[in-house]
């Protein structure tokens, strides 16, 4: 298993020591396929050797390796999966690998993978392409030897750790200011990538070499390949197949700048006409993601993207027209039930060229108003308020020390046992909550009393 530290990797495994001394402070050297990057997702099903997962994932290249965290933290995997074709939601291990898992790791993840009452969320995982990691290792510890096997951790022994770029200041914000993508129209295609750069927001210190570094992605930016490092602020080769982002960084002396990514139009299709919601102000009040876009000429299909303001990836769909229709419980599947949410869409030649994009910023909702003026009225059996702002969508939740309930409407109904002394009353829409408020109801002198 590989941790990521702070300047370091931590690495840690089980290893035949076959009589052996390995002593703490050790060089070792490791070569093994690890899972390095990846995917966010959720495993929401897994029945016999088959995995289903909560999003629909990109090809990955080479072997596919997942990883996933058990109910009580710990780390599951990496081991090998063979996903189905394309985009997929289902991933299959095969039946010696089960084995493996059910040894090494003394459970079966069969057993707790469903949701409980007591566990009311799926199981995280990360998918990716596995690595032939090469290292070399210092031993931290080895721990006592069962079944042939000791544990054994280490921490990596690269001399890039005292030497890592990174920016933590911000120096170099803002100096790089955008990125061009052309290509020649020639066989084979090639990439030219041009980088602005802001040279007054550079420290003026000409000893200091100044390089830029160029990265690309095939799968919507989620993944990265290093494609150049250059001195002038341009780099060209063979455009790579399948490419949709290219993303540029400048680096001075020991410090890398933020990067700077841009998408890429590379099959000649033409944005989107347009793109917005076909009803205006459905996903704000009814969670409904309901919008189209233009039809491009020569597309075979269009992707869409559920991306965060930030520009986050959330989401990546493909439909055959430019219109896209998910309530709120797909929303929630795709992990995109978001009070704002950027959508992007492009058209898709049909082998891997992608269009150039159209994004449209969803309205954002405004946050469930809260509840004020509290009155009891029935002989002191209802508890009522007022609404303070926008009115909550689904109703509102009241808690109390020994349980907590959903209401509709805006009152309380004392329980047989009675009010509790203290209440949170929370305004609550599709995308969440609002502000709570407590409203303590203790007799003077008396402790609170939990009620009903």
Known sequence: MVTARYRSVGVSFEAELENRLLLRGDAIALSHAELTAGVACAIEVWTGLEIGLDRRMQEVPGTALITLTAPDGAVI????????????????????????????????????????????EPIRAVLGPAVDLEMRLIVEEVGEERNGFAPVTCVDDDSRAHSLTVDAAGTLDGVVTGVDVFDDAGTPLQIFINVSVDLSKLPEDPTVARTHVFETSTDGGQNWTPFAETGPPTASGDWPA?????????????????????????????????????VAGRYASEARLDVTAGPVAGAKSYRFELREPSGGILAILFRATPALDLDKSALDAQGALRRELRVTVAATDGSGGL???????????????????????????????????????????????????????????????????????????????GEQVTIDMTPEGRPPDAGG
């Open 355 to 433: 269009g150039a994009a159209a994004s449209f910023d969803l309205p954002v909702a405004p946050l469930p108003g809260k509840a004020v003026d509290f009155v009891l009225t029935g002989g002191g059996g209802i508890l009522s308020w007022s609404l303070q702002g926008p009115s909550p969508i689904v109703g509102w939740r009241v808690e109390w020390a020994r349980g907590s309930e959903i209401v509709t409407v805006q009152e309380h109904r004392r329980s047989a046992s009675g009010f509790a002394d203290v209440l949170k009353i929370t305004g609550l829409d599709h995308f969440g909550e």
């Open 242 to 278: 399948g490419l949709t982002h290219v993303r540029a960084a400048i680096r001075l002396g020991n410090l890398r700048g933020p990067w700077v990514a841009q998408s890429v139009a590379t099959a000649a299709l033409a944005a989107p006409s347009f793109l917005g919601e076909v």
């Open 77 to 120: 995997g990496p081991f090998e999966v063979t996903p189905d074709p394309a985009p997929f939601t289902t991933v299959r291990v095969t039946q010696a690998e089960m084995d493996r898992i059910v040894a090494d790791y003394g459970t079966d993840p069969r057993d707790w993978i469903a949701r409980s009452a007591a566990r009311d």
